[in-house]
Every structure is written in C-alpha cells, then in structure tokens.
C-alpha cells in the first residue's frame, strides 16, 4: 500500500505562500533512511536577484535532547515546508525539555555530592597534616609464639 494514496485522501494541501523572518516552519529533508523532522524559524531571507536563499535555525528533537543548527537553502533547491504554531513546536519538544530538565536535576545532584566529599577530603586532609603522623607502635610474632603468651598466665 502506498501510504501516499491514504494520507491524500485525508489531509488537505498546505502550501506556504509567503515567508517572513521570525516565521515558524516544519522542515522534512529525505535522508539515507527515513525522512528526518527538523522545526525552524526563518532567520534571514537573501535576494540579490539572480540568487536567493534562506537561513533557517533548526531544531530536532533527539532522545532527550534537542539539537540545534543554522541551514542555508538555496532557493534553486527544492525544499519541503509546511507553517508550525507555536502549540505544535511545544507539544513536539514537550517530552524532550522534560528529559533534559530532568538529567540536568540529576547532574546538579551529582555535582553537589561530588562538592560535598570533596570538602570533607579536604578538611580531613588538612586536619590531618596539622598533626604529627606516625605509625603506630606494634610488635610482629608468629603464630607459636603468641599460642604460648596466651597460655602464660600474665597474657
């Protein structure tokens, strides 16, 4: 089944007509594998007039993450937009900020325990080599005789 014959007869047409800078896009470029989703917002329209691109600062979302990039298009190229809202682009990265909000809590926690047993070692050490070190005073025998100053009755 061609899943094109099933999304058109659902969907209407949707064609961006005019872009402005600050305009709010979903960008489908055909990779190696799968076509990948990028969501944008023009940063600059170029027109010397022969020649004409535009800049566009993308976004994709990853696992939890979101990557970010400027693109260049040129404007021989074919190119497939289709206008965003502002709901669609916090819907679509919703799941995505809460994972980072989360790594980065986890990270904070993780950082301020490393602080913490770093003070302590610190303090430790520093109190520790206030005083004099040495080791302390001990006598090695062997397992005969210790049996026998056990057996003594001064043991």
């Not at 089944?1 to 709010?24: E, F, H």
């Not at 594998?33 to 990028?38: A, K, N, Q, V």
Request: hydrophobic share 35%; net charge negative; aromatic share 8%.
């Amino acid at each position: 089944m061609i899943t094109k014959n099933l999304i058109q007869a659902a969907a209407n047409v949707v064609k961006i007509t005019r872009l402005s800078k600050g305009d709010c896009v979903k960008l489908i470029e055909d990779g190696y594998s799968t076509p990948d989703i990028f969501y944008g917002v023009v940063i600059d329209l170029l027109n010397e007039g022969e020649k004409c691109f535009v800049q566009v600062l993308r976004y994709k979302k990853s696992y939890s993450a979101i990557d970010c990039d400027i693109k260049t298009y040129s404007g021989d190229k074919e190119v497939t937009l289709f206008p965003a809202t502002v709901e669609e682009l916090e819907e679509h990265f919703k799941d995505a900020i809460t994972a980072i909000r989360r790594d980065i809590a986890s990270a904070e926690k993780s950082l301020s325990d490393k602080k913490l047993g770093l003070q302590r070692a610190e303090e430790f050490v520093s109190m520790e080599s206030t005083r004099k070190l040495q080791s302390a005073s001990f006598k090695e025998i062997t397992q005969d005789e210790y049996l026998k100053l056990k057996s003594a009755p001064a043991f």
